[in-house]
């Protein structure tokens, strides 16, 4: 094999496109080839004609046309191939075939011309001066081979030294003298220029090879670009660029596709109870599952934090938009184990529908974050798509959050205090603190508005110590049997100080901690249940009291309540508001009641409203009871710490 194959078959083995340089290498030969040619044809047909009447036919004629045709056969070989291309291995063997196929013409054409010389011993020294120019022709064709160009060579300064030694004439020895001393100094000065050319092809092996890597180089770093390091798949960039590539591409079809965010809840408590590696592996594994739900049928990325969005290449309708939704919710609700732990999250999606919500990438993304936040208001892990109206409930929530910012720790956001009262003696046990806010501009906000933003943009700790220390203030003013119930986030047991802060409040109040209740909700104990029990136990051991609200209403109430650290169970008002004409709602709250007295849990009854209501309650023994009959919310001034008389107009 010569150097030159060689280092093709090195280019090969580096991934260079080969057909590059194979084009260059059948480009020269092609070029040599059709050079040569016409030599070829003359001096075969000098020959021919020489020997036409000298020698038999089936001599003179057969060997030039064979000669000719295949001579002709490999340039327009050579021709087709550098139009095709060949891998290195293919043009292996078309070096191969040339460089036999060559030799093996010089031989026969060699031994043609001795055959010639038989029947015209006069013609030999003719035969050797065109064999030597013919030879010297064939030799430059096959040249960037440098074997054959050999090959050739030698068969024809063997055959034309075996004629002069046949003939024993002076002047046959001079030829072949002359051809080989000729052919020497030409294959001197062939190699030489092989050996340049050889340069050439391999600066361009070499150049092929740079430019190789570079392509390689550049798609290695536009893939780590795109690519969120955490989970592997798409990031925000990769995925814009991804959508924008699609909108161009349907863009005269106007075919559907949809655009979704998904937004995980619960996720932050996770990062702050566990730590931040425990929060990766969750983010590493809701990728993994909701890259397993997309499938073939679409595509995944993380936009950052703990929101993800996808793309559904081939909706059928906005039905099947909203199923994706559902499911892709439902894979992602199955408990999360890591090191031995256990989490739980849940998300809500919003999408948008390409072309009718937007025929940009940017455009996409943002109706579909506006569909996700109006499902997130609603406090709901369900799919959304956005209609248009979405817009409108996002922009108050942005208005909304920017404004509560701003709002923190003024008198805009204050306490109203509801009274709780005991059915038995009819006398005032504790009030229940309700943040209020009234802002300027937009007007009275209801907590079932502000509080959950305040969640998820993550003030709610802070607007938690605020009131809490304005409640604990104002309950030091009144008698020293009326306590005061605090209502505290499921989202404040992320902080690890939250025992620490509440118990260091009462300190710096002056108030006895058997006068605060904490106030918590079944959606607590979700995230981290052992570490919710843990912050509960602590402050009962100080002498703080524990009320679960809103019993009833959660997944969890009946199991777990033998094992919560909870001192009073405060009955959801849904279960109050038909108690009076149903009876079957009548033994549900009875058997609650009853319940309670067995687990020494004081029951308090939420949402009174009638005279009805409140007999009821107090004849089956509930210990306490809340509502607009007893009290409304109403600013510390306004108290009166007198409910005894109230009671009785009431029954009145």
């Not at 065109?130 to 010297?136: D, E, N, R, Y």
């Not at 998904?262 to 566990?274: A, T």
């Not at 309700?434 to 209801?446: F, H, T, Y």
Request: proline share 3%; hydrophobic share 45%.
């Amino acid at each position: 094999m010569s150097s030159l194959q060689t280092k093709l078959q090195a280019s090969d083995h580096g991934n260079v496109a080969a057909s590059d340089v194979n084009g260059t290498q059948h480009g020269v030969l092609a070029h040599t080839a059709w050079a040569f040619l016409p030599v070829l044809v003359v001096n075969l047909i000098l020959i021919t004609s020489a020997g036409i009447d000298r020698a038999p036919w089936w001599v003179v004629f057969p060997v030039p046309f064979a000669a000719i045709c295949i001579c002709g056969h490999q340039y327009w070989n050579l021709r087709r191939h550098n139009r095709t291309g060949l891998t290195a291995e293919e043009q292996r063997q078309v070096l191969q075939t040339q460089t036999w196929r060559s030799a093996g013409t010089a031989a026969v054409v060699s031994a043609w011309g001795f055959a010639m010389c038989v029947y015209a011993p006069d013609m030999a020294h003719f035969f050797a001066a065109v064999a030597g120019f013919t030879a010297i022709g064939s030799a430059t064709y096959v040249a960037y081979l440098q074997l054959p160009m050999r090959l050739i060579f030698i068969a024809v300064a063997t055959s034309l030294l075996a004629l002069a030694l046949a003939t024993q004439d002076y002047l046959s020895f001079i030829i072949a003298f002359c051809f080989a001393t000729n052919a020497l100094l030409l294959e001197l000065y062939l190699s030489t220029h092989y050996r340049t050319f050889g340069n050439v092809v391999s600066q361009h092996v070499e150049a092929q090879s740079k430019y190789q890597d570079s392509k390689r180089a550049q798609a290695e770093i536009l893939s780590i670009a795109n690519t969120d390091d955490l989970t592997g798949v798409m990031n925000r960039r990769g995925f814009l660029s991804e959508v924008n590539a699609l909108i161009a591409e349907r863009s005269t079809s106007g075919e559907v596709f949809a655009l979704g965010v998904i937004d995980l809840d619960g996720f932050k408590p996770v990062n702050d109870c566990f730590g931040h590696a425990a929060g990766d592996r969750v983010l590493i594994e809701v990728a993994r599952r909701l890259s397993a739900h997309v499938g073939e049928r679409g595509a995944l990325a993380r936009l950052g934090g703990d929101e993800f969005a996808l793309l559904i290449l081939h909706p059928e309708n906005k039905d099947a938009v909203l199923a994706e939704g559902r499911a892709a919710i439902r894979a992602l609700s199955a408990p999360i184990e890591f090191n031995g732990q256990v989490a739980q999250v849940s998300a809500s999606c919003g999408f948008a529908l390409y072309p009718e919500a937007g025929t940009t990438a940017a455009t996409l993304l943002e109706h579909a974050d506006e569909a996700l936040y109006a499902v997130k208001d609603e406090r709901r892990s369900a799919p959304a798509i956005y209609d248009g109206r979405n817009a409108t409930a996002v922009v108050r929530r942005a208005t909304i959050q920017q404004r509560l910012r701003r709002a923190m720790g003024t008198a805009e956001i204050y306490l109203e205090y509801q009274p709780i009262v005991c059915t038995e003696t009819g006398r005032l046990l504790c009030y229940e603190a309700l943040a209020r806010w009234k802002d300027p501009e937009i007007g009275q906000v209801s907590p079932g508005e502000f509080i959950p933003i305040a969640e998820n943009c993550g003030v709610m700790g802070e607007l938690s110590r605020h009131l809490l220390r304005e409640a604990l203030v104002t309950a030091t003013t009144w008698p020293s049997h009326v306590g005061v119930s605090f209502n505290v986030s499921p989202t404040s047991f992320a902080d690890n100080t939250l025992a620490l802060t509440i118990i260091g409040c009462l300190d710096a109040a002056g108030l006895s901690p058997s006068r605060l209740t904490i106030e918590i909700t079944e959606s607590a104990f979700a995230s981290d249940h052992e570490r919710v029990c843990e912050v509960l136990d602590l402050l009962r051991h100080v002498g703080i009291r524990v009320a679960m609200d809103d019993f009833g209403v959660g997944y969890s109430s009946f199991a777990n309540l033998d094992r919560l650290p909870v001192d009073i169970l405060k009955l959801d008002r849904s279960f109050i508001a038909d108690v009076s004409a149903d009876t079957r709602r009548q033994h549900i709250v009875a058997g609650i009641v009853e319940m309670c007295h067995k687990l020494k849990l004081t029951c308090v009854a939420e949402g009174i409203e009638d005279v009805a209501q409140l007999d009821f309650i107090t004849k089956i023994g509930c210990n306490a009871v809340q509502g607009y009959l007893l009290g409304r919310p109403a600013r510390p001034a306004a108290l009166t710490h007198e409910i005894e008389p109230t009671m009785a107009r009431a029954r009145a």
